[in-house]
């Protein structure tokens, strides 16, 4: 692995994160995909360097690829584009609705917060009994 590889995970990772972090559900899509890029990159580049492909051919020697990262990396890569095709459609829904594509607050968990933090007009007694032995 080069260093200059590593930084590029880095910055993905990231960019990625500060994106997610936002309020706009563009910004949300966007960022889910740069994390995503920089999951793959870094499972391909925790792979072997290059090697001979993983196919059992006579004559073949030498060090073969190792075909598990490229596997994992295909299965994200379908899952990313499923999840990201899901929140394009939850976001064009949500766009149709409000107008814009910014995330609000829920009213509903707003109110439940500012109810934990109530403290108790009244102080509970506690009372204490004796136990027999």
């Known amino acids: 692995m080069s ?9 993905l990772f990231s960019i990625g994160t500060y994106l997610i972090l936002q309020r706009a559900l563009s910004r949300i899509i966007i960022g889910l995909g740069l994390l995503s890029h920089g999951a793959n990159l870094l ?8 090697a001979a ?3 059992l051919a006579e004559g073949s020697v030498g060090p073969v690829a190792d075909p598990l990262p490229q ?8 899952i990313t584009f499923g999840i990201t095709a899901f929140l394009l459609a939850l976001a064009l829904r949500s766009y149709l609705l409000t107008g814009n594509d910014e995330v ?7 109110r439940i917060a500012r109810e934990q ?3 108790d007009p009244v102080p ?4 204490m009994h004796e136990v027999p032995l």
């Open 3 to 11: 260093l200059v590889s590593l930084a590029v995970v880095a910055v």
């Open 43 to 50: 499972i391909m580049l925790s792979g072997t360097g290059p």
């Open 124 to 127: 509970h007694e506690v009372e």
């Open 71 to 78: 596997a994992m990396v295909l299965t994200a890569i379908v």
């Open 117 to 119: 933090h109530v403290p």
């Open 53 to 55: 492909p993983p196919v």
């Open 104 to 110: 609000e607050d829920d009213i509903e968990d707003r």
